[in-house]
């Protein structure tokens, strides 16, 4: 208690599983009462991260892969549609290194639409289709959030859920992997913002995009020489 604590390489797992049908659900709490020091490594499988005490009530990224949920990778829990939530009880400070969030199906996510969003569903659902990372504070990220589709072919501008912000969401300098799209929009079911991503198109239908594209360009001159 109160003594500080470093990651600067391999994996810091606290085994937790999200709730399912078939089994409880099994939940850790990382306690920062003290400094704790993420500069490398991989930090996985906890539910909480109570920040409480900590200095400036805020958890601090500074390097490695903070892996959202109970996993980086599919699983059991999401094959059964499970989502894993990862709640901070405080602010979240991304100076930088890696943010991992899993998105695990093509059905219920946060909206739709290139311009607005229809059929909203609050970001707290435990039916989305994506893990989320809940900070209860603000949010500022200044390094990578990496998406992992796990194989799944989003629907063009299916907006996915994966960070909400009890404050506000600063993500002017966040970079973006596995996705297209990302936007930061109030939250319609509360107080705070909420970060969601999207691919403009599914991955095949782009490649038929620039398929066709390639003929018409080579169509175009062959009838220019004749």
Same mark, same amino acid.
């Given at each position: 208690?109160?003594?500080?604590?470093?990651?600067?390489?391999?994996?810091?797992n606290f085994h937790d599983t999200a709730p399912?049908?078939?089994?409880?659900?099994?939940?850790?709490? /990382? !306690?920062?009462?003290? %400094?704790? #020091?993420? +500069? &490398?490594?991989?930090?996985?499988?906890?539910?909480?991260? @109570? =920040?409480?005490?900590?200095?400036?009530?805020?958890?601090?990224?500074?390097g490695g892969n903070f892996v959202i949920g109970?996993?980086?990778?599919?699983?059991?829990?999401?094959?059964?549609?499970?989502?894993?939530?990862?709640?901070?009880?405080?602010?979240?400070?991304?100076?930088?290194?890696?943010?991992?969030?899993?998105?695990?199906?093509?059905?219920?996510?946060?909206?739709?639409?290139?311009?607005?969003?229809?059929?909203?569903?609050?970001?707290?659902?435990?039916?989305?289709?994506?893990?989320?990372?809940?900070?209860?504070?603000?949010?500022? /990220? !200044?390094?990578?959030? %990496?998406? #992992?589709? +796990? &194989?799944?072919?989003?629907?063009?501008?299916?907006?996915? @859920? =994966?960070?909400?912000?009890?404050?506000?969401?600063?993500?002017?300098?966040?970079?973006?992997?596995?996705?297209?799209?990302?936007?930061?929009?109030?939250?319609?079911?509360?107080?705070?913002?909420?970060?969601?991503?999207?691919?403009?198109?599914?991955?095949?239908?782009?490649?038929?995009?620039?398929?066709?594209?390639?003929?018409?360009?080579?169509?175009?001159?062959?009838?220019?020489?004749?």
């Open positions: 208690s109160g003594a500080a604590y470093t990651l600067n390489g391999g994996t810091l399912t049908t078939q089994a409880a659900v099994d939940s850790s709490t /990382l !306690d920062v009462d003290g %400094a704790f #020091n993420f +500069n &490398g490594g991989t930090l996985m499988n906890v539910t909480n991260i @109570d =920040v409480t005490s900590a200095t400036g009530q805020t958890f601090v990224q500074d109970v996993d980086g990778n599919l699983d059991p829990n999401d094959s059964n549609t499970t989502r894993a939530i990862t709640t901070i009880t405080g602010s979240y400070t991304q100076n930088d290194g890696t943010l991992l969030i899993d998105i695990f199906g093509p059905g219920s996510h946060g909206g739709n639409g290139e311009q607005g969003s229809t059929l909203m569903i609050d970001p707290l659902s435990p039916g989305l289709d994506s893990d989320l990372l809940h900070v209860m504070g603000d949010a500022m /990220l !200044d390094g990578t959030l %990496a998406i #992992n589709l +796990n &194989g799944i072919e989003p629907a063009p501008f299916a907006w996915y @859920d =994966v960070l909400l912000a009890d404050g506000l969401i600063d993500a002017d300098d966040l970079e973006l992997t596995g996705v297209n799209l990302f936007r930061v929009i109030d939250n319609p079911f509360g107080a705070g913002q909420l970060l969601q991503v999207a691919v403009p198109e599914p991955a095949s239908c782009a490649l038929w995009s620039l398929l066709g594209l390639m003929f018409g360009l080579f169509a175009w001159r062959r009838m220019k020489a004749k």
